[in-house]
């Protein structure tokens, strides 16, 4: 997959110490966010990240924290569907 979105503003979190290395993230990421490294899941590509909260519903170790729907990814996706500009409502005050 070769969709990048914006870029430093995917919500998603690995906690490594959590991790297993069971590679469930891995088999259900839909754009290939994690890899395997020394035997632990790693993040590879955090700007893949859509947050659609599937790694984290799939990690039986709660090593992962996303929020889903919420980021500007998100904002991007709702957008391309419906055919708006993209509204991240940024809490932060930052601008997207």
């Not at 297993?20 to 259900?28: A, D, W």
């Not at 020394?38 to 659609?52: H, P, T, W, Y």
């Not at 391309?80 to 500009?85: K, S």
Request: net charge positive; aromatic share 6%.
């Amino acid at each position: 997959m070769k969709h990048r979105y914006l870029k430093n503003v995917s919500t998603l979190k690995l906690e490594s110490a959590k991790c297993t290395g069971c590679g469930k993230c891995i088999e259900v990421c839909p754009h290939n966010v994690f890899v395997l490294c020394n035997g632990k899941s790693v993040i590879a590509d955090q700007d893949r990240c859509i947050e659609c909260g599937a790694c984290v519903k799939n990690c039986l170790f709660y090593a992962l924290e996303v929020k889903p729907g919420v980021g500007c990814a998100s904002a991007i996706i709702k957008g391309w569907l419906t055919g708006t500009e993209p509204s991240c409502d940024c809490s932060d005050g930052s601008c997207c």
